[in-house]
């Protein structure tokens, strides 16, 4: 089974701080993505990756920015943490670029901004 | 890019009976995921139907898939408790997928 493994369930930050969520795949896979949910709004992406040093805008990548200079790892930083980015954040990983393949996600990291 | 929509946004059913969750999109697509959500998780992939297929089966999951109306139906059969979950649909397009916001399905014993 596809394991993505989020390094923190539980994250309170201050703002202003820069912020790293990480998440790790072990599956070899190619894609892997970032999202956020909140409730009413469902989940939302924020950046996505082919490959390794390659990386895609999704819908919503304001106040983001991500790194993934191995193809296992794939990070989300806050650059200046704001209360408007507390939320949850899941990471995803797909096999290759066709959609026609699943996504596995993490279980998530629930990150508070104060 | 656009979400779909689901509907309904909560449904609460006895254990055994059908839960039917329906997800209408606007664009065209490849294909039409189907994911379950447990509290405080992250998403399962449950199951996936191509812009060619009509139904599809899964264990006690059917999936109806109406191009024409843009609107896709997952039918949960003989519920029981642990199916108790959000479900999201999402549809594909080049690369990426749409997320709905899901239904929040509660089973009762």
Not at chain 1, 83 to 104: F, K
Not at chain 2, 21 to 37: A, D
Not at chain 2, 49 to 54: D, L, T
Not at chain 2, 83 to 94: M, R
Request: with cysteine.
């Amino acid at each position: 089974d596809v394991k993505v493994t989020q390094s923190s369930r539980y994250l309170v930050k201050r703002t202003g701080e820069k912020v790293f969520l990480e998440c790790v795949q072990d599956m070899d896979h190619e894609n892997m993505f970032w999202y956020r949910q909140d409730p009413g709004l469902g989940l939302r992406l924020i950046y996505f990756s082919y490959d390794v040093k390659m990386k895609e805008k999704g819908d919503i990548p304001e106040g983001y920015s991500v790194s993934r200079e191995k193809k296992e790892r794939f990070s989300l930083i806050l650059e200046s943490a704001s209360t408007n980015q507390t939320s949850m954040y899941l990471c995803a990983s797909r096999a290759t670029v066709t959609t026609n393949q699943p996504q596995h996600f993490g279980d998530g990291t629930r990150l508070s901004i104060l | 890019s656009q979400q779909g929509e689901e509907d309904p946004q909560a449904l609460s059913i006895q254990e055994g009976e059908n839960a039917t969750m329906n997800c209408s999109y606007k664009t065209s697509i490849n294909n039409l995921q189907w994911y379950r959500q447990n509290s405080g998780r992250g998403l399962v992939h449950l199951i996936l139907i191509r812009s060619n297929e009509r139904e599809k089966h899964s264990g006690r999951l059917r999936v109806t898939l109406d191009t024409s109306k843009k609107s896709s139906s997952l039918l949960i059969t003989a519920s029981r408790a642990a199916d108790t979950a959000s479900y999201f649909c999402a549809f594909s397009g080049y690369s990426t997928l749409t997320f709905g916001k899901g239904t929040m399905l509660l089973v009762s014993p």
